[in-house]
């Protein structure tokens, strides 16, 4: 195996790895869970109910700082600069959508960093509505097009993109993006922090003198610049931004959907663990595991819980609901065994009385278990579905989303 694609195969190994787990049948998630000493959602931590959209304000932000303090680490919001150039441009998919390709300049005292972005939008008369998230793999592997570059974090290797473009396509379905009339925007988690315990802060986080500036808030740093560059560029309507993830990209996506009010709707799919599912009572993934096998991802102190999860000082119920007023759409796979699909239910049921706060419709109180396979459940501040299959995101989990967005985003 020649060195591009050995660095391909490391790139996307623990997303390989989670693909092999064994497999739970949905009649084995446990309904019956005991959320001991859970934070009550809306209470400040003073003690003071929440009742009104001005209280929540207040209540969210204190729940975001909680989560940076006891979980994710800081997402630095100054002391650095921000640039784009748009180093390509042209047309792709046989002539109906754009390409850009789009280089992200960040620079502190201590340095600068770089990220690709790959930008497609359908053409279109009017700004579209764009999904933008991280992948897995550089840029080129998500779509067959041989004038995507290489990501910056991957250019050290020699043909790289002749060995591995297009390899992820299924995982972006770009094309079907356009044909609903929806842009698609990527940038390789990699570009920003290498996912990877080695590497990880040889990136952005090299720029900030924040020992508990990790990995998840790096990717979520990442997504907030993904859509600084967005609100500017013409072709994109900046009201209709998007952000998505998968796996652990999918817990970045939801801790920037919960930070950044520029996201319309957050998508989480299969995030698991300091994802969308619930820390306490959680029958799969335990946030010891994550801690002992992904270091790199949290600050140092979140170990400190490891034994004693009912002592958090907040859940992930409470990071959906820092998603409101805007919307919020969880996805579960029926054999994943690490997503935990029932605490991922849960915790989008007990968020509901922050989008009710605002007058939105909410999944209705009818069943404490979740939806069956195949089952969608859409409305106007929250959507959920399980699919077949494993962990992972295929067109099925698209099809749901674009569907959301045809029905909520227009």
């Known amino acids: 195996m020649n060195r591009s694609l050995t660095a391909n195969v490391l790139s996307l190994a623990l997303v390989l790895i989670l693909l092999a787990l064994p497999v739970m049948s949905h009649a084995e998630q446990a309904t019956d869970r005991e959320y001991i000493n859970l934070p009550e959602l809306m209470v400040m931590e003073d003690g003071t109910p ?45 002539g109906t959508a754009i390409r850009k390709q789009i280089k992200i300049h960040v620079s502190t005292e201590k340095g600068s960093s770089d990220a690709l972005m790959l930008l497609i939008v359908p053409k279109s008369d009017a700004p579209v509505l764009v999904v933008y998230g991280l992948s897995f793999g550089a840029v080129h592997t998500v779509l067959d097009d041989a004038q995507i ?31 609903r009339g929806y842009g698609i925007a990527v940038v390789f988690c990699d570009d920003f922090s290498p996912d990877n315990t080695r590497t990880y802060n040889r990136r952005i986080i090299s720029l900030f003198d924040e020992p508990d500036f990790k990995g998840i808030s790096a990717w979520a740093f990442g ?128 968020s509901r009385d922050a989008f009710r706060l605002f007058g939105h419709e909410v999944i209705e109180d009818n069943t404490v278990e979740q939806p069956p396979v195949g089952t969608r459940v859409f409305t106007e501040s929250m959507a959920y579905h399980m699919r077949s299959g494993k962990h992972g995101i295929n067109a099925e989990d698209w099809n749901n989303y674009f569907d959301y967005m045809d029905l909520y985003l227009q």
Request: a negative charge; charged letters at 25%; aromatic letters at 8%.
């Open 50 to 94: 929440v009742t009104s959209q001005e209280e929540f304000a207040a209540r969210r932000q204190e729940l975001l700082t909680l989560f940076a303090d006891t979980m994710y680490g800081p997402i630095p919001a100054h002391g650095f600069e921000t640039s784009f150039e748009v180093l390509e441009e042209g047309d792709t998919l046989d």
């Open 149 to 179: 570059l290489a990501s910056y974090s991957v250019r050290k290797y020699p043909n790289v993109e002749e060995d591995t473009r297009g390899i992820q396509a299924d995982m972006w379905c770009i094309a079907q993006a356009v044909q």
């Open 223 to 350: 997504l907030e610049r993904m859509a600084d560059y967005l609100q500017t560029d013409e072709n994109v309507d900046a009201s209709r931004l998007v952000v998505t993830g998968m796996s652990r990209l999918g817990k970045a996506a939801l801790w920037a959907g919960a930070n950044d009010e520029r996201a319309a709707l957050t998508i989480a799919t299969v995030s698991g663990t300091c994802g969308a599912s619930m820390s306490r009572s959680n029958t799969r993934e335990q946030i010891g595991d994550l801690n002992a096998s992904f270091r790199w991802w949290m600050r140092d102190s979140f170990k400190t819980y490891n034994d004693r999860v009912n002592e958090l000082p907040v859940d992930q119920h409470e990071l959906i609901a820092c998603v409101a007023p805007r919307k919020i759409y969880v996805s579960s796979a029926e054999t994943d065994l690490s997503n935990d699909s029932q605490g991922s239910w849960n915790a989008m049921m007990m």
